[in-house]
């Protein structure tokens, strides 16, 4: 397989008061688009109680119609939020848009580093990491048996059966998202490829983490290396001068809003990095944090992460504090895919 582009999309309101139904028919529309112009996958976020900023709450609901609108490109969750989920309504739910895409859904799970979507559900965060993976046992054991029994901490099922099975066999792909330090070596005993992102962090540091799970990867006895796929903030524009003038208001708007996410993160490492963040410039965001650049500044950026940091392929965010006008935003996705892409095929 070769480098994977993707589209991480958040189902934002585009404009100031945009009512649900336009939010949702405009980003339909866009996902259109991207299939049309030949984007790989179209990965969608979910986000709970942040009602100015998005309408994805129910990101398989909105995969399933993403499936009935498109043929070929494939559908991701990133991340499905797994301790927020009942595991066999989730285990059916997956199987559903599998079948309904035929094959073309990817599921992206994650803990979430957001504690608001948490408490609006009464799950305390302190049991995240445990209910992610009593929940994942669960989902692989309904997609693959024809029943099956489980007692856990937080679920127990006796001889219950998930309708219908996944098109894709035995399940369909499995990544996870990696933040806190010691989740790196973990997810690669394991063996799952892993999602990375860098809105607070920065592009070089991720170079030990990516280390420490190729290591345990290797070292557990898996197949091949170990694929990490890098979620990455970034906006391209005809010319360089032009990409970083227009990003540069949303940029910024979102690192802003990223300090107060940050001081209530139950993420060691993200409460650490809060003070660089608070008085961070646009000149020290565009050296190591974000890809922004015309096609020529931007292949050569990606095949740099690309050799230096071995990435198998990126989850593009064109929109990074959500205040880039979708013109804009839809000139930069079709760049991508018309000047940037063909560099990697």
């Known amino acids: 397989m070769g480098f994977e582009f993707g589209w991480y999309h958040e189902f934002h309101r585009q404009v100031a008061g945009q009512s649900d139904a336009d939010a949702f028919e405009q980003g339909f529309q866009q996902v259109e688009a991207a299939e049309r112009w030949g984007l790989d996958?179209?990965?969608?976020?979910?986000i709970h109680q942040q009602a100015a900023r998005s309408v994805l709450s129910a990101p398989l609901n909105v995969a399933s119609a993403i499936a009935a609108r498109t043929s070929r490109i494939k559908i991701g969750t990133a991340v499905h939020v797994l301790p927020l989920t009942h595991p066999l309504r989730l285990a059916e739910e997956t199987g559903t848009v599998d079948e309904i895409s035929r094959?073309?859904?990817i599921l992206g799970a994650g803990r979430s580093g957001n504690p608001r979507g948490y408490r609006a559900y009464g799950v305390p965060y302190e049991e995240?990491?445990?209910?992610?993976?009593?929940?994942?046992?669960?989902?692989?054991?309904?997609?693959t048996e024809d029943q099956f029994s489980y007692e856990g901490k937080y679920h127990s099922f006796d001889n219950a059966r998930a309708v219908p099975r996944p098109y894709q066999?035995?399940?369909?792909p499995i990544r996870i998202a990696?933040?806190?330090e010691d989740t790196f070596p973990m997810l690669g005993k394991l063996g799952y490829p892993l999602f990375v992102s860098v809105r607070s962090a920065s592009l070089s540091g991720l170079a030990p983490d990516i280390k420490a799970y190729r290591e345990a990867y290797t070292e557990a006895g898996h197949k091949g290396r170990g694929e990490v796929y890098l979620r990455l903030s970034m906006h391209v524009g005809e010319t360089d001068r032009k990409a970083i003038e227009e990003g540069e208001p949303s940029i910024m708007a979102g690192y802003r809003s990223l300090t107060t996410r940050l001081?209530?993160?139950?993420?060691?490492?993200?409460?650490?990095?809060?003070?660089?963040?608070?008085t961070i410039t646009y000149e020290e965001v565009l050296r190591d944090k974000v890809v922004v650049g015309g096609p020529e500044r931007v292949a050569d950026k990606l095949k740099w992460l690309q050799d230096d940091l071995g990435i198998d392929g990126i989850l593009a965010e064109l929109n990074f504090g959500s205040a880039i006008p979708a013109e804009l935003?839809?000139?930069?996705?079709?760049?991508?895919?018309?000047?940037v892409i063909p560099h990697f095929k």
Request: charged share 35%.
């Open 103 to 105: 094959g073309r859904l």
């Open 128 to 143: 995240s990491r445990e209910r992610f993976y009593e929940t994942l046992e669960i989902l692989k054991l309904a997609w």
């Open 329 to 339: 935003m839809m000139r930069s996705l079709r760049l991508l895919c018309e000047r």
């Open 178 to 180: 990696g933040a806190s």
């Open 41 to 46: 996958v179209f990965w969608l976020a979910e």
């Open 169 to 172: 066999k035995p399940h369909p």
């Open 263 to 278: 001081e209530g993160s139950p993420n060691r490492r993200r409460r650490a990095e809060l003070e660089e963040i608070r």
